[in-house]
């Protein structure tokens, strides 16, 4: 299985943090500035997971979500939310979807190991 996670979010000083720390755990990293842009690359590259964030221009987390749940519904890619929100009732509905989500400030070894976790785990990747 490709060991390259997909990281869709706006926040550059963001993107270069979890770059270097998947680079780290031994990950390879494509970053899109956004979901589209996201998007765009799966047509290329099938990855082992995706990270993405919520808030984000021209198409948003959750708009990204449902997207990438239609398009990889049978591929069981995990797909992993970073938000800043505070949690809001529609985020059971994405987590009843498969997402896992994961409120921001983090700490990166946690964010990691929750990698780690799912990637691991075949109920995950059953989802």
Do not use: C, H
């Amino acid at each position: 299985m490709s060991k390259t996670i997909v990281v869709m979010d706006d926040d550059l000083a963001l993107q270069m943090v979890l770059e270097i720390a998947l680079r780290e755990a031994g990950y390879d990293v494509v970053l899109a500035n956004n979901g589209a842009d996201g998007l765009k690359l799966l047509e290329t590259i099938t990855p082992a997971l995706i990270i993405s964030d919520i808030m984000m221009p021209q198409m948003d987390g959750v708009e990204t979500f449902g997207r990438l749940r239609e398009r990889l519904q049978d591929e069981g890619i995990p797909i992993l939310i970073l938000t800043a929100l505070n949690r809001k009732p529609w985020f059971s509905e994405l987590e009843d979807e498969g997402a896992v989500i994961m409120q921001k400030p983090f700490e990166v070894d946690e964010l990691i190991n929750l990698i780690s976790t799912i990637l691991d785990d075949e109920e995950y990747i059953k989802r």
